[in-house]
């Protein structure tokens, strides 16, 4: 019984742990939101049309050709039809029709090459910036993120999500219901951790009559009217989106996975054959 009680409190802090590690640095960001198969076709499926239809436009992925698309179980004319606008080359890698020089000069940055994107930023980070966006009249193309602040992409999916906005709360020590700023702080900590879209928990220190005042702020995103879809929809698409891109930084994986399995059999199968030969040899010469 002890070591029951042990173990799930051990099994506690393992699994709270990652929610309260708070970096003394920038913002703290937590990801939260479903995730999507890698064996489900289907998901892939939809992924690759939000991707050719949503990202294309801007982005290239270079290291992905169209061909490549049949192993999700779509014929060439499916793919022909349905999912290429750039060329009508089934061999051709996903190219980009914008310039970089323009791209440079209307969002100020070039959108980097997608291809394996999904590998640099890992998955749950790139569900959580296209889930990020929100509406910023103080910038010029309107929107902002809050996994990568001051971004120069626009929110490009927003006729299905709908617009979005940005929900700060500010914690400060006030005296009152918060008396000090470890009050204020572990208020604050407290509503981060009860968010349960994507949030950020930020720790601002400034200096007001020479006196230093905490600010602890906790930023989530919130609907601001309706799109396409409703918030479920759009999370999930945001998941086969990010599922297509993680398929597209490495469509091998779950063929890798799958022949490292078969290896590991055929290996212990040797062993069993030679240690069965080892036997047969030695039973003379004892
Ligand atoms: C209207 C053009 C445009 C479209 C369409 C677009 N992007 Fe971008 N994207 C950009 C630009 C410009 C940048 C570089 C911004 C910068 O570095 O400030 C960028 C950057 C990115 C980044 C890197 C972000 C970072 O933190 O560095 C990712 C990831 C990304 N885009 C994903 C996507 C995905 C996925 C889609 C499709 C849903 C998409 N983009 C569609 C313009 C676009």
Redesign the pocket.
Known sequence: MKLKSLLASIALVAVTLPSLAFASGGPEIKYVGPTASRTDIESLQRGAR??VN??L???SAQYMRYNRLKDLDLTEDQIKQNLMFTTDKIGDTMKVA?RPAD?KEW??????D?SV?ARS?TTER?AG??RSFYADPSRDIGWNNL??PA????H??AELSGPRKLVETVYAADGKEMKTDHDAEAKAKAAFIAANSIASFEHHVDKKDGKILNRYIVKTIASDGPGAMNAQQYDAAVAD?VNF?DYMGEPHKSKRIQIGIIALFLLAFLLAASYALKKEYWRDVH
């Open positions: 939000l991707f949503y990202c436009n801007c982005h914008l791209a969002f100020g940055a070039v959108p980097p997608l994107m930023y790139l910036y296209l996994v990568s971004i120069g992409m626009p490009v999916l989106l891109m």
